[in-house]
């Protein structure tokens, strides 16, 4: 596991941003895994300025989302399809019928999420799976539990994790219960992940995540079994590793 640690903003995202950019230099068709939160937006946002120079193409390649809420309507502009059309995708050259998010209006959630599986065999692995951190060490909304799912599967929210994203909605209410989520497995399938994290408040359980034991309870520790993982840090977020 390679831990860098960012004293800037500009200088995490240009670090984020040059990672997936030089992917797509060797391997112009390469399977992304992205996420949303608020930790990517920079990262994505220095991706379109290299574009914009002809730093970087994303034609051929494809893309699938962590996770989706379950029963926003579509076109809700905190549907994980909205923000990633917004902060991304209408501003690059990918595909949009190479782009992927899971449906969380299918009518049989479960068949979406088999569904979804079979697409990431047959179109996998994942080149690069960009993750977050929940403050309970959830990744996608694979929350702590005593066991985890390993494929695409609907969950049921963490009132910490409503909680953490009632900032994005009306009120607490308003943040739907369950969602669609990659399992654990399928984000450990990936050749290469690349974790980002920032803020002080993220900083506990970065440290569980990382140094701390593997377990369940913290599903980010399960990162640590994996071979290939670079973690972007902000000095808030890293100040507990010593
Ligand atoms: P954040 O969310 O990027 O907004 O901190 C990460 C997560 O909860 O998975």
């Given at each position: 596991m390679n831990i860098y640690t960012f004293k800037n903003e500009a200088d995490f995202n240009a670090t984020g941003a040059s990672l997936i950019a030089s992917l797509l230099h060797t391997k112009p068709r390469a399977v992304l895994g992205l996420a949303t939160g608020s930790t990517p937006v920079g990262i994505y946002g220095r991706l379109i300025e290299m574009y914009q120079q002809g730093l970087v193409s994303f034609a051929k390649a494809?893309?699938?989302?962590?996770?989706?809420?379950?029963?926003?309507?579509?076109?809700?502009?905190?549907?994980?399809?909205?923000?990633?059309?917004?902060?991304?995708?209408?501003?690059?050259?990918?595909?949009?019928?190479?782009?992927?998010?899971?449906?969380?209006?299918?009518?049989?959630?479960?068949?979406?999420?088999?569904?979804?599986?079979?697409?990431?065999?047959?179109?996998?692995?994942?080149?690069?799976?960009?993750?977050?951190?929940?403050?309970?060490?959830?990744i996608g909304f694979n929350e702590p539990d005593d066991s985890l799912d390993g494929g695409t599967h609907v969950a049921e929210l963490q009132e910490k994790t409503r909680t953490a994203n009632a900032r994005f909605f009306p009120s607490l209410d308003d943040v739907p219960k369950h969602a669609i989520t990659m399992g654990v497995g399928s984000i450990l399938k990936a050749k290469q992940i690349l974790l980002l994290v920032r803020g002080?408040?993220?900083?506990?359980?970065?440290?569980?995540?990382?140094?701390?034991?593997?377990?369940?309870?913290?599903?980010a520790s399960l990162l640590q079994c994996h071979p290939n993982v670079v973690v972007l840090l902000d000095q808030g977020a890293g100040r507990l590793l010593g």
């Amino acid at each position: 596991m390679n831990i860098y640690t960012f004293k800037n903003e500009a200088d995490f995202n240009a670090t984020g941003a040059s990672l997936i950019a030089s992917l797509l230099h060797t391997k112009p068709r390469a399977v992304l895994g992205l996420a949303t939160g608020s930790t990517p937006v920079g990262i994505y946002g220095r991706l379109i300025e290299m574009y914009q120079q002809g730093l970087v193409s994303f034609a051929k390649a494809s893309s699938y989302n962590l996770d989706e809420y379950v029963g926003l309507p579509e076109g809700h502009s905190e549907s994980y399809r909205t923000f990633m059309n917004e902060k991304l995708f209408n501003h690059i050259d990918i595909q949009l019928e190479n782009t992927h998010v899971p449906n969380g209006n299918a009518a049989d959630l479960e068949e979406e999420c088999v569904k979804y599986d079979a697409m990431l065999e047959q179109n996998g692995p994942v080149d690069l799976q960009i993750l977050g951190i929940g403050h309970n060490g959830h990744i996608g909304f694979n929350e702590p539990d005593d066991s985890l799912d390993g494929g695409t599967h609907v969950a049921e929210l963490q009132e910490k994790t409503r909680t953490a994203n009632a900032r994005f909605f009306p009120s607490l209410d308003d943040v739907p219960k369950h969602a669609i989520t990659m399992g654990v497995g399928s984000i450990l399938k990936a050749k290469q992940i690349l974790l980002l994290v920032r803020g002080e408040d993220k900083a506990e359980i970065v440290k569980r995540a990382l140094k701390g034991p593997i377990t369940t309870q913290c599903p980010a520790s399960l990162l640590q079994c994996h071979p290939n993982v670079v973690v972007l840090l902000d000095q808030g977020a890293g100040r507990l590793l010593g």
